[in-house]
């Protein structure tokens, strides 16, 4: 099994990138994972030609079994995470892919509205989508020194996730929960 990752963070040490970083560390052995980071490069939707960066984003995510995807930390999307679902959309580049989203933020609300865009972005595209809101301060210490997952519980909530993303075939005893 192979799962992208895409942040909606355009900023590469930001909690959310890190947060997926993380996440992808989390995964069952044996399941590839691999965080595409051209989200700043992608333009906006246009008839025509596929600019190069979303033929890599659609050809990536063509390859894989499943999206692992992190909404931002505020409740707003940044433009091009709808530019790069747009391009995804009208190339059915999600149509029947299973997508995993993670959401956090210091509120609950950031979080809810934040995935709740996501939501509709993806159902109209056609993925078939799972996910946790998990509302977490940024500003706290979530991760160790070497950018795995610290908290327990945090660790659990994103376990479950991928739990529902990976098929029980690939899912070590341990992360079953």
């Known amino acids: 099994m192979k799962i992208i990752g895409i942040a909606a963070g355009l900023h590469a040490g930001s909690f959310i990138n890190r947060l997926l970083e993380a996440a992808g560390g989390e995964l069952p052995k044996g399941v590839g994972f691999s965080v595409w980071s051209g989200l700043g490069e992608i333009p906006p939707y246009a008839r025509g030609p596929v600019p190069a960066s979303a033929r890599e984003l659609i050809r990536l ?3 894989s079994d499943a999206v692992l995807l992190t909404a931002p930390e505020h409740s ?3 433009v091009e995470l709808t530019y790069a679902l747009d391009w995804m959309s009208a190339r059915d580049g ?7 989203v993670i959401s956090a933020s210091a509120r609950a609300c950031g979080a809810m509205w934040a995935q709740a865009e996501l939501y509709k972005h993806l159902q109209a595209a ?10 977490i301060s940024p500003a ?15 660790r659990a909530q994103v376990r479950a996730v991928i739990g529902r993303l990976c098929p029980a075939e690939v899912m070590e005893p341990a992360l079953l929960l």
């Open 94 to 100: 999600l149509s029947g892919k299973h997508v995993a």
């Open 140 to 154: 706290g210490r979530h991760f160790d020194e070497d950018g795995h997952l610290a908290d327990p519980a945090l």
């Open 126 to 135: 056609g993925a078939v989508v799972m996910g946790d809101e998990l509302v």
């Open 61 to 63: 995510v063509a390859a």
């Open 76 to 78: 707003l999307l940044p």
